[in-house]
């Protein structure tokens, strides 16, 4: 079964910060990696596709990025609307999610 | 615009059986793969499987695979899960999803307790 270990858990953080979440792959699993933004009593949103590529609709602000097999979700100039808990999926082989990372108000 | 409606969630006993449903609408229906997906009350999200369009295939989550059963009606827009022999650790809401993971249902509450 491929792993997908996601740090941090929990990150504080600053209105106008850059932040950056990472996924590590317990396996190859190419550019099949989707990043998810949940607010409380949401369903997840889907921030970002095919490790790079920005959905519909969510804010140049955004951007994902692989090295090898780290993946991450970068916010650049934090706003208060990003506040929620994120999660990355690899669905390379089967599904499989992080943890999740908090993101929350320093 | 693409709506996902779950339903048939609520409390039920460990051992017991439930039908999970997912009526979609504003596009074909037919013409996509579909997902169910979990969240445990911790916030741990767990992938349970997928179905092709035309239901002739399906694939599970390994841990999940001999006690949940995915199918669809396509002459319905409906997308249903088949849970058997439920167990506490079952206790999450439900999610259905379209194939790309950009569209959601709102997810419906399996809550198992004696």
């Known amino acids: 079964d491929i792993q997908m270990t996601q740090s941090p858990s929990s990150l504080p953080a600053s209105l106008g910060d850059r932040v950056t979440i990472t996924c590590r792959a317990s396996q190859d699993i190419g550019n099949y990696l989707r990043w998810f933004q949940q607010k409380p009593g949401k369903s997840p949103r889907l921030m970002i596709y095919?490790?790079?590529n920005l959905a519909a609709g969510v804010p140049s602000r955004f951007s994902g990025s692989r090295s090898g097999s780290d993946y991450s979700l970068t916010i650049n100039s934090l706003e208060s609307e990003d506040m929620a808990i994120y999660y990355c999926?690899?669905?390379?082989?089967?599904?499989?999610f992080g943890a999740g990372t908090k993101l929350e108000l320093k | 615009e693409v709506q996902l409606v779950e339903s048939g969630g609520g409390l039920v006993q460990p051992g017991a059986s439930l039908k999970l449903s997912c009526v979609a609408s504003g596009f074909t229906f037919s013409d996509y793969w579909m997902s169910w997906v979990r969240q445990t009350p911790g916030k741990t999200m767990e992938w349970i499987g997928d179905?092709?369009?035309?239901?002739?295939?399906?694939n599970y989550a390994p841990s999940l695979k001999n006690r949940f059963t995915i199918s669809r009606d396509n002459a319905k827009s409906t997308l249903y899960l088949q849970m058997s022999n439920v167990r506490s650790e079952d206790t999450a809401t439900y999610y259905c999803t379209r194939e790309g993971s950009y569209y959601w249902g709102q997810g419906v509450m399996v809550t198992v307790s004696s």
């Open positions: 095919g490790a790079t």
């Open positions: 999926l690899q669905h390379n082989e089967y599904n499989t």
């Open positions: 179905i092709k369009y035309d239901g002739s295939y399906t």
